[in-house]
């Protein structure tokens, strides 16, 4: 059985689709869970979909993945902009790792423009709405398939 690609999802996220719709859309996790699910499929790989509001239980997701998965798509949401244990935990992990972003965090509050995450990502997408997680699974599949 090939390793699945983690996909975790920091605080708040499990309210995606029902508030603040203009900054995040109106879709849902569970939404963007069923389209990670159906792509990861036709990409050849399984998934892992998951959504924590406790920053620990990310970190013990991503520990996770350094033996039972082959990468990350994370979008770490506030623990983005503040959590060096996210980052050490990321560190620790071989695969490709690609962080997502909803909203344009570029254009919104200056805080928001620094990641700790970003210093480990492979890369970064935002502002692609939940597009962004479909475009971060493609790319971790292809790094996947470059590493042979
Ligand atoms: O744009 C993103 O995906 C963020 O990671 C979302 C985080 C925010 O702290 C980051 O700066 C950017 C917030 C996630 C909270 O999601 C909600 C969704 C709907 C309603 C309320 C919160």
């Given at each position: 059985?090939?390793?699945?690609?983690?996909v975790l999802n920091g605080p708040n996220l499990n309210l995606l689709g029902k508030r603040q719709p203009e900054i995040y859309g109106h879709e849902t996790l569970a939404d963007v869970e069923r389209d990670c699910v159906a792509l990861a499929r036709e990409l050849g790989h399984g998934i892992r979909f998951l959504q924590s509001n406790w920053e620990g239980q990310i970190v013990d997701w991503i520990h996770e993945a350094r033996?039972?998965?082959?990468?990350?798509?994370?979008?770490p949401a506030a623990l983005t902009h503040t959590s060096v244990a996210v980052l050490d935990a990321l560190n620790a992990f071989e695969g490709p790792v690609i962080e997502v972003h909803i909203s344009n965090v570029?254009?919104?509050?200056s805080f928001r423009r620094h990641s700790y995450v970003s210093l480990r990502a492979d890369g970064v997408i935002a502002g692609l709405g939940t597009e962004?997680?479909?475009?971060a699974l493609r790319r971790v599949a292809?790094?996947?398939?470059?590493?042979?």
């Amino acid at each position: 059985m090939p390793k699945p690609i983690y996909v975790l999802n920091g605080p708040n996220l499990n309210l995606l689709g029902k508030r603040q719709p203009e900054i995040y859309g109106h879709e849902t996790l569970a939404d963007v869970e069923r389209d990670c699910v159906a792509l990861a499929r036709e990409l050849g790989h399984g998934i892992r979909f998951l959504q924590s509001n406790w920053e620990g239980q990310i970190v013990d997701w991503i520990h996770e993945a350094r033996d039972q998965g082959s990468g990350v798509v994370i979008n770490p949401a506030a623990l983005t902009h503040t959590s060096v244990a996210v980052l050490d935990a990321l560190n620790a992990f071989e695969g490709p790792v690609i962080e997502v972003h909803i909203s344009n965090v570029h254009k919104r509050e200056s805080f928001r423009r620094h990641s700790y995450v970003s210093l480990r990502a492979d890369g970064v997408i935002a502002g692609l709405g939940t597009e962004g997680y479909r475009l971060a699974l493609r790319r971790v599949a292809s790094l996947l398939a470059a590493a042979g």
